[in-house]
């Protein structure tokens, strides 16, 4: 057994397969790829790693498969898929995996050949356990993966609390004892027992709160865009594939960006903190649908004209449009009276954070300092935005155009 001191569990006791898979190369990785990205040129502290992340996950579900009265060979599978669950994950975590996926066909939670092949195989196999299924439960496949890659799973339980004391930020604050108490499984779904309403809307309001404080934070958003951007400059104009990039690490990818022609701007603003400023911060209902469900293409065409009208470069531009609203957790299960509700369907609250969310929503458009007035009224005419409250103003200044800098 190796014991772990944590920053948000105390000790952590590994045993079995997931000991032996804390050493492969795979899971060290994650210690050199940061948990929130670039978030960290928000929040200073935040510099924990998906390692650290891992350690936590693995921790809960063990705790879960007590309450749910799993154990055996089908334990011990959900505790290596814990282990196991962010080994897919690129640099800087979800900031480029966009730019992997469209690279690779593959997200995160899509680990087949680092599982099921090398020293990982050899472990998993040496413990009884088929690596094509742990991989299948990462992807969130069968009864229960739902510990590990469901509205109730333990990854979420622990990215929370984990997110909300690296930042620093109080609003993670979630109790895991009562979570996982409350875990059961009713006709194969994983639900929480009678009398925990309010348990899940403690999940969901500390994911709404960290949403827009966190994980959204404007300076958060422009520098993960100027991210994607140098990164599909580097696919585009140099020899790395995205097969390549999908193993780099966070440092590596920082220097492949600084050191190459065609992305070394961005490669140290993004390292000296030098980011772009906000020129437009439009709200959803003053944007039109087809610029809020443009895909990646249409957005790359919606930059190029909007630099062209600035008598811009066109990497001067940089637009970023988030995908409509969704919460997910929302469906969590819950029982009530004996019967199964999804929390939508009983939580009042529920809806009303949907409704918030909603109302958070914002399309970016970032550029350099000096060029923010006139990349806002390009993109104003490109974009058809609706000026009557559709652009955010410098809040020392008046005028429509933001080119803020605060954190």
């Given at each position: ?91 800087f975590s979800h900031n480029v995996e966009g ?26 196999e040496s413990h009884g356990l088929d690596p ?276």
């Amino acid at each position: 057994m190796t014991t772990i001191k944590d920053s948000v569990h105390d000790h952590i006791e590994i045993d079995g397969v997931a000991a032996d898979l804390l050493d492969t190369a795979p899971v060290q990785r994650l210690r050199r790829i940061k948990q929130l990205g670039t978030v960290h040129l928000v929040y200073p502290s935040a510099n924990h790693t998906r390692f650290e992340h891992s350690l936590g996950v693995y921790h809960l579900a063990d705790r879960a498969l007590d309450h749910v009265d799993v154990a055996g060979r089908h334990a011990e599978r959900v505790r290596a898929a814990a282990m196991l669950h962010d080994v897919g994950h690129g640099p800087f975590s979800h900031n480029v995996e966009g730019v992997i996926h469209r690279r690779t066909g593959k997200y995160h939670d899509d680990v087949g050949e680092l599982v099921t092949e090398g020293r990982v195989a050899e472990i998993l196999e040496s413990h009884g356990l088929d690596p094509g299924a742990v991989a299948a439960l990462v992807r969130g496949e069968g009864e229960l993966a739902q510990l590990v890659a469901g509205e109730l799973d333990v990854d979420r339980m622990d990215y929370l609390v984990r997110d909300a004391h690296h930042t620093g930020v109080p609003y993670g604050t979630i109790d895991h004892g009562r979570l996982l108490r409350a875990l059961t499984f009713v006709d194969g779904d994983l639900v929480l027992d009678e009398g925990n309403v309010q348990t899940a809307e403690s999940l969901l309001l500390a994911r709404a709160l960290m949403n827009p404080t966190v994980y959204s934070h404007h300076v958060a958003r422009i520098s993960k865009t100027m991210l994607r951007r140098a990164t599909e400059a580097l696919l585009e104009t140099s020899e790395v594939s995205g097969a390549q990039l999908r193993r780099m690490d966070d440092q590596e990818l920082s220097v492949a960006l600084r050191t190459h022609d065609a992305t070394s701007d961005l490669g140290s603003r993004i390292v000296e903190r030098d980011l772009y400023k906000r020129a437009v911060w439009a709200e959803m209902g003053d944007v039109d649908d087809d610029v809020v469900d443009a895909d990646h293409e249409a957005l790359r065409t919606f930059e190029r004209d909007i630099a062209n009208s600035a008598n811009l470069s066109d990497e001067a531009v940089v637009l970023d449009v988030p995908g409509r609203p969704t919460m997910r957790e929302s469906t969590t299960r819950v029982l009530v009276n004996g019967d199964v509700r999804s929390l939508d369907e009983q939580s009042t609250l529920v809806r009303a954070l949907q409704v918030a969310q909603r109302e958070q929503w914002r399309l970016g458009v970032y550029a350099p300092a000096e060029h923010v007035e006139s990349v806002g009224h390009a993109a104003e005419r490109v974009l058809g935005l609706d000026t009557d409250g559709a652009l955010v103003s410098d809040t020392n200044s008046p005028g429509r155009y933001a080119s803020l800098d605060d954190f």
